[in-house]
Every structure is written in structure tokens, then in C-alpha cells.
Nanobody, 115 residues
Framework: QVQLVESGGGLVQAGGSLRLSCVAS????????MGWYRQAPGKQRELVAV???????RYADSVKGRFTISRVSAKNTVYLQMNSLEPEDTAVYYC?????????WGQGTQVTVSS
């Protein structure tokens, strides 16, 4: 089992920045990849960014060039640096991790971008 706790959400004006953090605990040795998803009201949850245990990354087209995912394995932590935020980025952001058999979710953190 892996437990994930996110932090760093909040309210920011358009064009601003936020950094989300996600700390993993439990069976962290089994984690292959970690990532961030988001869900806006009335919309499906979507992938934002993911990083593998080897450091390869993948981003949604809508955030490329604005968001950066990084991982500090020694701290069992993954970060999402979000720059040039837009009102369309408003959503609950969820941390996700995956091992060979299961996926795990955090409780989510709200990000609100005002215009």
C-alpha cells in the first residue's frame, strides 16, 4: 500500500505560479511512476504530467511549456511547478502513483486561477 498526501494548492491570479507537492509513504520501494491528474467541475479526470522512476516525463498538451514535474526519490516526493497559470487550469489536482499491480490516489488539492 502507498499513501499520498498533496499540498500547495490555493488561489492565484492568471499568469501566476504555484508549486504542488506530493509525499508518498508506505511501500514506496514498489512505486514505478508518479504523476498528477486534475478534475474540473463537470469534467472527467485528466492526466497532467507523469514521471517514471527513471526520470522520463510526459505532459498533457495543454500544459506543455508551462508546467514541470520533478521527483526527489530520496524524499519520496513529486512536485508540479505550474507557471503562467490560466483560469482553465482551475481544478482539483490529484497525485497518483503506480506499482506493478495497483494505482494509488491522494485526496486532492484545489487550484483556483482567477481571471
Amino acid at each position: 500500500q502507498v499513501q499520498l498526501v498533496e499540498s500547495g494548492g490555493g488561489l492565484v491570479q492568471a499568469g501566476g505560479s504555484l508549486r504542488l507537492s506530493c509525499v508518498a509513504s508506505g511501500s514506496v520501494f514498489s512505486i514505478n511512476s508518479m504523476g498528477w491528474y486534475r478534475q474540473a467541475p463537470g469534467k472527467q479526470r485528466e492526466l497532467v504530467a507523469v514521471i517514471s522512476s527513471l526520470g522520463s516525463t510526459r505532459y498533457a498538451d495543454s500544459v506543455k511549456g508551462r508546467f514541470t514535474i520533478s521527483r526527489v526519490s530520496a524524499k519520496n516526493t513529486v512536485y508540479l511547478q505550474m507557471n503562467s497559470l490560466e483560469p482553465e487550469d482551475t481544478a482539483v489536482y490529484y497525485c497518483h502513483s503506480r506499482d506493478d499491480n495497483y494505482g494509488y490516489w491522494g485526496q486532492g488539492t484545489q487550484v483556483t486561477v482567477s481571471s
